[in-house]
């Protein structure tokens, strides 16, 4: 059963749909809670399949954004809010731009 799960979600969530079907009805219990909670997660696993972009990734965004907000206090508005975390989250190279000004 793990081996063909692992088969299952490699393959994508079609292949991963029809492994839970599966084993819902192996009667197994550790199996079915598994394929329980596959299933009550189904749109964030679908979502994995279509962007490659996990939890991981998104917790390191957020760490990003929270320096930026960090650093945009005291501004006046939202907007300079919204300009660091472009501006932190883009990592620009304005040393090019800086050399290409003062030649």
């Known amino acids: 059963m793990k081996l063909?799960?692992?088969?299952a979600y490699a393959s994508g969530a079609r292949q991963l749909e029809r492994w839970c079907h599966w084993a819902v009805r192996s009667?197994?219990?550790?199996i079915m809670r598994?394929?329980?909670t596959i299933r009550s997660h189904w749109d964030g696993v679908?979502?994995?399949f279509?962007?490659?972009i996990t939890s991981a990734i998104m917790e390191g965004?957020?760490?990003?954004?929270?320096a930026a907000k960090s650093?945009?206090?005291g501004y006046r508005n939202h907007g300079y809010f919204i300009d660091?975390?472009?501006l932190t989250g883009a990592k620009l190279d304005f040393r090019t731009t800086l050399t290409r000004h003062t030649k």
Not at 4 to 7: A, E, I, L, N, R
């Open 50 to 52: 279509e962007s490659d």
């Open 71 to 73: 650093r945009a206090r």
């Open 4 to 7: 063909s799960f692992q088969d």
């Open 61 to 66: 965004f957020n760490s990003l954004f929270q």
């Open 84 to 86: 660091m975390i472009y």
């Open 34 to 36: 598994a394929a329980k």
């Open 27 to 30: 009667r197994l219990p550790a």
């Open 46 to 48: 679908v979502r994995w």
